[in-house]
């Protein structure tokens, strides 16, 4: 009788156990399948635009019930935020020669522009000219805070010829203090258009032009460490405008390049001879110059000196 009762409760208590189990389960059951899932049409998206970035929100609401329950339960909306990123570069003495040809190259790709030149906005009419902000003025009396607002990088093609002392200033100073505005601003890459040296011997070297060159070379590696662009091309061909006139200078650089091109595995030998790249360091196109910024602009891992042939590579990269 006693083991008999004993048998009972264990039964009972047994029953009572899966019981709770059941419930637990039941309650536990997720949602049934999803009834209705909406995410907002454009007309209910919200946008706004800088002239940095973009920044796009827009919602999504998720309905759901389990054939349980008589009332749909919306879920709140999920803000998802997309920050694009629009590049923005300020070409010092973007009229010239060789910036034209960069605000032109960048102007393509969809980059915003803004040139700072003393004569400012060229005086011929090529559509992409209408794309870009011209300013005209001097470098050392220039308004930064005007040329670098926005701006995510700086290209200098600052140069020129003249006395020693105005080599030493144009090619010098005027870079040395470009790179110093460029950083006390938080502009986070600047770009340098330099000069091959031609394997000259150092007393030619000494000139101003490339002691005034190198000076900023060295101004722009140790203020960007991490993100400064020294390109050092030779000499530079393209259709060259001056003065309402076209120059021509790629019927003499384009055949030159070429026959370089031909014949480098016999010259090779030649190339630690004192000022050989006088006449053997091939020309670059003003067209490769541009594009192998626009590399330095939009690629983060593109920093350092870049020579002839490695600047040509850079271009090849980002055209179409």
Not at 217 to 230: A, D, F, W
Not at 257 to 263: F, G, N, V, Y
Not at 276 to 294: E, T
């Amino acid at each position: 009788m006693y083991v008999s009762s004993l048998l009972s409760c264990e039964v009972q208590s047994h029953r009572q156990q899966m019981s709770s189990l059941s419930s637990f389960t039941a309650v536990s059951k997720p949602p049934a399948l999803l009834k209705r899932f909406s995410v907002p049409t454009r007309s209910s998206s919200s946008c706004r635009y800088s002239s940095m970035n973009r920044l796009c929100r827009f919602s999504v609401s998720c309905n759901y019930a389990g054939s349980y329950i008589n009332e749909d339960y919306a879920a709140a909306p999920i803000d998802v935020v997309a920050d694009v990123k629009t590049e923005r570069i300020a070409v010092l003495g973007g009229s010239g020669f060789v910036g034209s040809a960069i605000c032109k190259a960048a102007v393509s790709k969809g980059i915003e522009v803004v040139s700072l030149s003393r004569s400012g906005r060229p005086s011929y009419s090529d559509s992409w000219v209408n794309q870009v902000s011209w300013m005209a003025g001097d470098v050392f009396y220039a308004k930064w805070d005007e040329v670098l607002v926005g701006a995510t990088a700086v290209v200098s093609t600052l140069g020129g010829f003249g006395s020693e002392e105005q080599m030493k200033k144009i090619n010098g100073e005027a870079n040395i203090l470009a790179v110093g505005a460029a950083k006390d601003f938080g502009i986070p890459k600047f770009i340098l258009i330099s000069v091959h040296d031609y394997n000259l011997p150092s007393f030619l070297l000494s000139s101003g032009y490339f002691t005034g060159k190198r000076k900023a070379e060295s101004e722009v590696l140790s203020k960007y460490p991490n993100s400064g662009v020294v390109l050092r091309p030779g000499f530079i061909y393209g259709r060259r405008k001056v003065d309402g006139l076209e120059i021509p200078l790629d019927l003499i650089g384009e055949p030159v390049e070429r026959i370089l091109r031909a014949t480098e595995n016999f010259t090779k030998p030649l190339n630690s001879l004192p000022a050989s790249d006088i006449f053997l360091a091939p020309p670059v196109s003003v067209d490769d110059v541009a594009l192998a910024v626009i590399n330095a602009v939009v690629d983060d891992d593109f920093f350092g000196v870049f020579t002839i042939e490695q600047i040509k590579e850079a271009a090849a990269k980002v055209r179409v």
